[in-house]
Nanobody, 127 residues
Framework: QVQLVESGGGLVQAGGSLRLSCAAS????????MAWFRQAPGKEREIQAAISRSGSNTRSADSVKGRFTISRDNAKNMVYLQMNYLKPEDTAVYYC????????????????????WGRGTQVTVSS
């Protein structure tokens, strides 16, 4: 069973940076497409960035393009989200997710593509 654990959240001032990490276990020798989602209070969970199995292909939401970067280290079973120039509207719980499939090299973009979820890490950006 795939297990995901996020870390790196916290309180930061607007304009600051944070780096989120996601540690995957139970993956055996498989490599999963991965993504970061976030859910702000009173809002639905939304995808922010996705990365393919190899890491060669990525996709980001328009609201975070140029500020957030997703990356991965397959040797360590880790996925990262570097967040720069943070804004108060980035405040949310951030979730790491692994896709249902281990085929292809696509950064999957819909929530239904993802089967495994971490518990989330809180990011709070003060103005």
């Amino acid at each position: 069973q795939v297990q995901l654990v996020e870390s790196g959240g916290g309180l930061v001032q607007a304009g600051g940076s944070l780096r989120l990490s996601c540690a995957a276990s139970g993956v055996s020798d498989r490599t999963y497409p991965m993504a970061w989602f976030r859910q702000a209070p009173g809002k639905e969970r939304e995808i922010q960035a996705a990365i393919s199995r190899s890491g060669s292909n990525t996709r980001s939401a328009d609201s975070v393009k140029g500020r957030f970067t997703i990356s991965r280290d397959n040797a360590k079973n880790m996925v990262y989200l570097q967040m720069n120039y943070l804004k108060p509207e980035d405040t949310a719980v951030y979730y790491c997710a692994a896709a249902r499939t281990t085929s292809g090299d696509t950064p999957y973009w819909t929530q239904s593509d993802y089967a495994y979820w971490g518990r989330g890490t809180q990011v709070t950006v003060s103005s």
